[in-house]
Antibody
Framework: EVHLLESGGGLAQPGGSLRLSCAAS????????MTWVRKAPGKGLEWVSF????????YYADSVKGRFTISRDNSKNTLFLQMNSLRAEDTALYYC??????????????WGQGTLVTVSS | AIQMTQSPSSLSASVGDRVTITCRAS??????LGWYQQKPGKAPKLLIY???SLQNGVPSRFSGSGSGTDFTLTISSLQPEDFATYYC?????????FGPGTKVDIK
């Protein structure tokens, strides 16, 4: 059974850093692309970042580009999101999700339960 | 970045109603669109991918259609467990972008 478990969230000061982890089980991480999505309080879903299966191709939302870095340790079946220069607007519940492809289209078929990041002084 | 809009932003409906939600992209995205359902306190759930393909395990009352810039999610007969917020997501080009969501609540 596929299971994703996020951790690493918490309270950070503006300008600070956090590193989120997403532990995957029930599948081999390097066989699949992965993504991070966030939901700020009272707002909708926002796509954050993408990593190909081997980690060589990564993409970011404009709002986090240059501040966040997605990476993975496939030997430990774990995905990461390094978040630097945090801002109040980064406050959100962060989800990791597994990517599935159908031709050129993709979908996020399994999701974790999320880890909460709060950026406040 | 591609902008996604959804209409309506919210709707009230009764059990058994047919519900239609539309999503529009700011440019042609072929059929690279998915639909997600999110309930309060829960992770999002994939309903439809590639505009019209039903994800495994999703009830057949959900269907998707469209291509290019205009897409539709239809719930043929609304059930109590379908009251939630629905989002479209374009996966045609990075950065991927979600629509703002459509909240479906009980009339």
């Amino acid at each position: 059974e596929v299971h994703l478990l996020e951790s690493g969230g918490g309270l950070a000061q503006p300008g600070g850093s956090l590193r989120l982890s997403c532990a995957a089980s029930g599948f081999t991480l390097d066989d699949f692309a992965m993504t991070w999505v966030r939901k700020a309080p009272g707002k909708g879903l926002e796509w954050v970042s993408f990593s190909s299966g081997n980690g060589h191709n990564t993409y970011y939302a404009d709002s986090v580009k240059g501040r966040f870095t997605i990476s993975r340790d496939n030997s430990k079946n774990t995905l990461f999101l390094q978040m630097n220069s945090l801002r109040a607007e980064d406050t959100a519940l962060y989800y990791c999700a597994k990517v599935v492809y159908s031709g050129s289209s993709s979908g996020f078929d399994y999701w974790g339960q999320g880890t909460l990041v709060t950026v406040s002084s | 970045a591609i902008q996604m809009t959804q209409s309506p932003s919210s709707l009230s409906a009764s059990v058994g109603d047919r519900v239609t939600i539309t999503c529009r992209a700011s440019q042609d995205i072929r059929n690279d669109l998915g639909w997600y359902q999110q309930k309060p306190g829960k992770a999002p759930k994939l309903l439809i991918y590639a505009a019209s393909s039903l994800q495994n395990g999703v009830p057949s009352r959900f269907s998707g259609s469209g291509s290019g810039t205009d897409f539709t999610l239809t719930i043929s007969s609304l059930q109590p467990e379908d009251f939630a917020t629905y989002y479209c997501l374009q996966d045609y080009i990075y950065p991927f972008t979600f629509g703002p969501g459509t909240k479906v609540d009980i009339k």
